[in-house]
């Protein structure tokens, strides 16, 4: 007797969805209301342009499925004078917690669409502007997505905007259907020592393919013993900066969609940001910009169809150097110890004015140029007011 009341509960259920699906009226079709062009950067991760209230200037947001609501850079409010308020509230970020305040009731402009009574936190967001090179000004996540229909398609380089209500995906491509919290959370099948299927982040704001946290891979013992030495580097994100180490895992897959060789990074998720054990951490847009995206979160569905990228190679150098904008400088911050990077001479504190024969001082060209393992680079650099050739070449992580 004990099995027959959860089924039976389940039945019931059944037939009292049925009936209510019966008597609900349709949905009216899903309408294009905006189209917005898309910027790219690097790891896949792109931005657009959009203003908030009634300043005429434009602003860069981060479009990122890993955000939990829509935010501004603190810096962006001191120099616009928004009236922001001060909160208890927090947000975690991969290099720790942070209190935040509010700009509340705002509104965000788009071309085409205008979003009213947003409540923006506010957070420091000068480490992504001195990543990416250009002014981070706010990200928008979940309070935007949840509004509308988004079709991101990367093909093209727009974003599409609709009104919920029935929509037509495009055929073919894998109709996902997320766990939604604040944020969408996928499952996937991933293979190295073993075979594994976990829970994780989808999250079009991490310049990076694949991230497991430690514990996560210490406790399920999925990665091979028998493989190189994974490299130490430094990602950034929300928070700050964070060293973490870098490898490879043998094949993920996306639904039917598999990738080999895939770059992972080991997390020490100090803050548990990953949520362990309930996810084994996140798939980054370096594997999702490979698909065409519509996002759903009404109806709880994200639809991927593979893009031009989808069968372009991943980065697998390995320098060791890391590098920022800052100052309207391309400044080295970090070397790590006994990489390609401090092979070459490095130091903390250099200027990159030219790489090869570039000498556009554009972070993003640069990275560009470093992602080839195995090519030779030219640099040339400014330290203590001296010019000096550095040459190097980038390392492979396996």
């Known amino acids: 007797?004990?099995?027959?009341?959860?089924?039976?509960?389940?039945?019931a259920w059944s037939l009292c969805a049925v009936s209510r699906a019966q008597t609900r009226a349709?949905?009216?079709?899903?309408?294009?209301?905006?189209?917005?062009p898309l910027h790219a950067l690097t790891g896949g991760v792109v931005f657009v342009r959009a203003c908030v209230n009634d300043l005429a200037d434009t602003l860069n947001f981060l479009l990122d499925t890993g955000s939990g609501g829509i935010s501004l850079d603190s810096s962006t409010c001191v120099e616009f004078g928004m009236p922001v308020v001060p909160t208890e509230k927090t947000i975690r970020g991969i290099a720790g917690v942070r209190k935040v305040d509010f700009l509340y009731g705002a509104r965000l402009k788009l071309p085409g669409l205008t979003v009213d009574s947003l409540d923006f936190h506010v957070n420091d967001y000068?480490?992504?502007?001195?990543?990416?090179?250009?002014?981070?000004?706010?990200?928008?996540?979940?309070?935007?997505?949840?509004?509308?229909?988004?079709?991101?398609?990367?093909?093209?380089?727009?974003?599409?905007?609709?009104?919920?209500?029935?929509?037509?995906?495009?055929?073919?491509?894998?109709?996902?259907?997320?766990?939604?919290?604040s944020l969408p959370i996928m499952t996937a099948d991933f293979h190295d020592a073993r075979d594994m299927n976990a829970r994780f982040y989808f999250d079009t704001?991490?310049?990076?393919?694949?991230?497991?946290?430690?514990?996560?891979?210490?406790d399920s013992a999925v990665l091979a013993r028998k493989r190189k030495e994974p490299v130490v580097t430094q990602a950034e994100?929300?928070?700050?900066?964070?060293?973490?180490?870098?490898?490879?895992?043998?094949?993920?897959?996306v639904g039917p969609y598999r990738?080999?060789?895939?770059?992972?990074?080991?997390?020490?998720?100090?803050y548990n940001v990953t949520s362990y054990p309930f996810?084994?951490?996140?798939?980054?847009?370096?594997?999702?910009?490979?698909?065409?995206?519509?996002?759903?979160?009404?109806?709880?569905?994200?639809?991927?169809?593979?893009?031009?990228f989808h069968r372009e190679p991943f980065d697998y150098a390995y320098t060791?150097?890391?590098?920022?904008?800052?100052?309207?400088?391309?400044?080295?911050?970090d070397v790590i110890p006994r990489s390609p990077a401090e092979a070459a001479g490095f130091r903390v504190g250099d200027v990159i004015l030219a790489v090869n024969n570039d000498f556009s001082n554009n972070i993003t060209s640069y990275k560009n140029m470093m992602q080839h393992a195995g090519g030779r680079l030219r640099f040339v650099v400014s330290r203590n007011g001296k010019l000096l050739v550095l040459r190097m070449r980038p390392g492979r992580i396996y």
């Open 279 to 308: 996810l084994g951490g996140l798939v980054g847009n370096e594997i999702l910009h490979r698909f065409n995206t519509v996002l759903n979160y009404r109806k709880r569905e994200i639809h991927l169809v593979p893009n031009r």
């Open 26 to 36: 349709p949905e009216p079709p899903s309408v294009r209301i905006a189209t917005v």
């Open 237 to 253: 994100g929300v928070g700050g900066k964070m060293t973490m180490k870098l490898t490879t895992v043998k094949q993920v897959r």
């Open 1 to 11: 007797m004990k099995g027959l009341f959860p089924i039976a509960l389940s039945a």
């Open 320 to 333: 060791g150097l890391g590098i920022y904008f800052v100052n309207r400088q391309v400044l080295v911050e």
């Open 126 to 181: 000068e480490i992504l502007t001195s990543v990416y090179g250009i002014k981070v000004d706010g990200i928008i996540g979940y309070s935007f997505f949840n509004r509308y229909i988004v079709r991101l398609d990367y093909d093209n380089m727009l974003m599409e905007v609709h009104t919920p209500g029935e929509f037509r995906y495009p055929k073919g491509g894998y109709l996902m259907k997320p766990l939604m919290t």
């Open 259 to 270: 990738f080999r060789r895939v770059p992972t990074f080991l997390f020490d998720d100090k």
């Open 205 to 218: 704001g991490a310049g990076l393919a694949f991230l497991l946290s430690e514990s996560f891979a210490r």
